[in-house]
């Protein structure tokens, strides 16, 4: 059974950083591209950032680049996203997504995480 | 700036059918979109419903069904039930590993 599970998330002040984990079984992990996608509250969702199952490809938002870096570690089945330099517009909740194939332009949402969130103020 | 537009909200009748859209601000939507739909309930992940255009995902049933209309891509629900009230997000490829999102449909059932 696929499995998808976030952590990492809770309150922290503007300017600061959070590192979310992702943690996947029941399948090849890096043969398959994942996403963060972030939905603030009341709001829709927002695509954050993707990483090709090797990890050499990596594209960004352009609301976190420069800001939010992802990576995932093939050997421990893990997906990454750390988030620096916080703002209170990146409240949300993050989920991670399985894409159905290895490549960043393959769907995405063959599976989803349940999410964890990121609360970002003072 | 590429927007991804959507019907704010629609409302279908009990056993009706609608079809919701996916726009492009400039532009016309293709396959080479991979548009795929998303359909969430207060509080919870979303659940994917069609990727690529019209594959319908695991366990979907075929009261869903997807395709391109015009210059859009669309979503269309027949036999509407009281279950299917939720909100709808369709997402595009736009290319060079950027993904957007729509700004979602909430949709009623009455």
């Known amino acids: 059974e696929v499995q998808l599970l976030e952590s990492g998330g809770g309150l922290v002040q503007p300017g600061g950083s959070l590192r979310l984990s992702c943690a996947a079984s029941g399948f090849t992990f890096s043969s398959y591209a994942m996403t963060w996608v972030r939905q603030a509250p009341g709001k829709g969702l927002e695509w954050v950032s993707s990483?090709?199952?090797?990890?050499?490809?990596?594209y960004y938002a352009d609301s976190v680049r420069g800001r939010f870096s992802i990576s995932r570690d093939n050997s421990k089945n893990t997906l990454f996203l750390q988030m620096n330099s916080l703002r209170a517009e990146d409240t949300a909740v993050y989920y991670c997504?399985?894409?159905?194939?290895?490549?960043?332009?393959?769907?995405?949402?063959?599976?989803w995480g349940q999410g964890t969130l990121v609360t970002v103020s003072s | 700036q590429t927007v991804v537009t959507q019907e704010p909200s629609f409302s279908v009748s009990p056993g009706g059918t609608v079809t919701l859209t996916c726009g492009l601000s400039?532009?016309?939507?293709?396959?080479?979109?991979?548009p795929s739909w998303y359909k969430q309930a207060p509080g919870q992940a979303p659940l994917t419903l069609i990727y690529s255009t019209n594959t319908r995902s695991s366990g979907v049933p075929d009261r869903f069904s997807g395709s391109i209309l015009g210059n859009k891509a669309a979503l269309t629900i027949t036999g509407a039930q009281a279950d299917d009230e939720s909100d709808y997000y369709c997402v595009l490829y736009m290319g060079s590993g950027i993904w957007v999102f729509g700004g979602g449909t909430k949709l009623t059932v009455l």
């Open positions: 990483s090709s199952g090797s990890g050499d490809s990596r």
């Open positions: 997504a399985k894409h159905f194939g290895f490549y960043i332009g393959s769907p995405m949402g063959d599976y």
């Open positions: 400039s532009g016309s939507v293709s396959t080479t979109n991979y």
